[in-house]
């Protein structure tokens, strides 16, 4: 059974932090390309990092570079997103996720939100 849990979330101030974590089982990290997208109220998901199997190629979106690091540890199934900087634009629906060819797996999601 498939399982991505996103943890992490929660409320913070502008030019706050937060590290966001994904705890995954059911298939092999290893194989897998994964990725944080993020999906703010009103706007379509959007890709904000994604990390090689064995980390060696990452990007990010425009809007995050500099302030957000994607990273992952493979022995622990899991996948880091460390946000800096926060922005009350980076409001959103966190989510992870996992692709390898035509397996993509989606975790629940976790709240951002970035307000005074």
């Known amino acids: 059974q498939v399982q991505l849990v996103e943890s992490g979330g929660g409320l913070v101030q502008p030019g706050g932090s937060l590290r966001l974590s994904c705890v995954t089982s059911g298939f092999i990290f290893s194989d897998y390309r994964m990725s944080w997208y993020r999906r703010a109220p009103g706007k379509e998901r959007e890709l904000v990092a994604s990390i090689s199997p064995f980390g060696v190629n990452t990007n990010y979106a425009d809007s995050v570079k500099g302030r957000f690091t994607i990273s992952r540890a493979n022995f622990r199934n899991t996948v880091y997103l460390q946000m800096n900087s926060l922005k009350p634009e980076d409001t959103a629906v966190y989510s992870c996720?996992?692709?390898?060819?035509?397996?993509?797996?989606w975790g629940q999601g976790t709240q951002v939100t970035v307000s005074s």
């Open positions: 996720n996992a692709q390898n060819g035509p397996y993509n797996y």
